[in-house]
């Protein structure tokens, strides 16, 4: 058995909505459990990061940093007028996950950007998003219909880390109606879907800093990508 001790610490950013448990509705932090499962089973321990009192060095803490899915990113944090299809944002979140990405690309800090996550990424470095792809008349597998995850096939770039770990091609998980337009300049498109929705980025000149559109918490037969973040903090933790 791992102990403790020597597994690494994951920080994952949370959503902040308004639920009902037993008796109570209010605000509360929350997050899929598949995204702990998946790092646990992959021999990290998973750490919660609200967007609330947002302070970037609590990354010192961590030993990598997991940026999850959740809802649109307001457009304004791109320059954007929004879609009509761009109705759930959460600009207090954008601005607690622009803080942290920056500070864990600044500390070369293995950070795995999930969805939403990716999109996050992106609009931080200066790129901006496509806010409803069957405008463009890609393909519907992308969100096939409500709280149902599509099955998507991307195609790698050869000499990336996405390919290291997943060859030339893989049939993920998504569920999104939005992606990257203007990719920006310090990333390196990695995989793309048949349509060529872009499906994955690389940060130029990070140890391990990856993005997907893709969710790999939902497939837990195919834990490779989280384990490779695990991997990666693993490395960190020892060398504290």
């Known amino acids: ?26 605000d509360a932090a929350l997050l899929p459990r598949v995204y702990l499962d998946s790092v646990a089973a992959a021999g990290g321990v998973p750490l919660l990061l609200p967007p609330v009192g947002t302070d970037p060095t609590v990354l010192e803490l961590l030993d990598g940093l997991i940026i999850a899915g959740g809802c649109d990113v307001d457009p304004a944090s791109y320059g954007a007028v929004p879609h009509p299809e761009t109705v759930d944002t959460r600009p207090g979140r954008d601005e607690h996950e622009a803080i942290l990405i920056a500070a864990a690309l600044a500390a070369d800090l293995p950070l795995l950007a999930i969805c939403r996550g990716l999109q996050m990424l992106n609009v931080t470095l200066g790129g901006t998003l496509q806010q409803h792809l069957p405008d463009t008349g890609a393909d519907e597998q992308h ?59 690389e940060v130029d000149g990070k140890t391990f800093a990856l993005g997907v559109q893709w969710h790999p918490e939902e497939n837990p037969e195919d834990l490779r990508l989280i384990a490779a973040l695990v991997a990666e903090g693993k490395k960190r933790s020892a060398g504290r």
């Not at 091609?169 to 203007?182: P, R």
């Open 1 to 26: 058995m791992v102990s403790n001790a020597s597994r690494p610490r994951i920080g994952i950013t949370t959503y902040l909505e308004p639920i009902i448990w037993g008796v109570w509705e209010r």
């Open 143 to 201: 969100r096939p219909s409500p709280a149902v995850f599509g099955r998507t096939e991307v195609k790698i770039e050869p000499d990336t880390l996405t390919a290291g770990l997943f060859g030339e091609s893989t049939t993920v998980h998504c569920y999104h109606h939005q992606a990257l337009d203007v990719v920006a300049d310090e990333l390196r498109v990695t995989a793309r879907a048949g349509d060529g929705t872009v499906e994955a980025v």
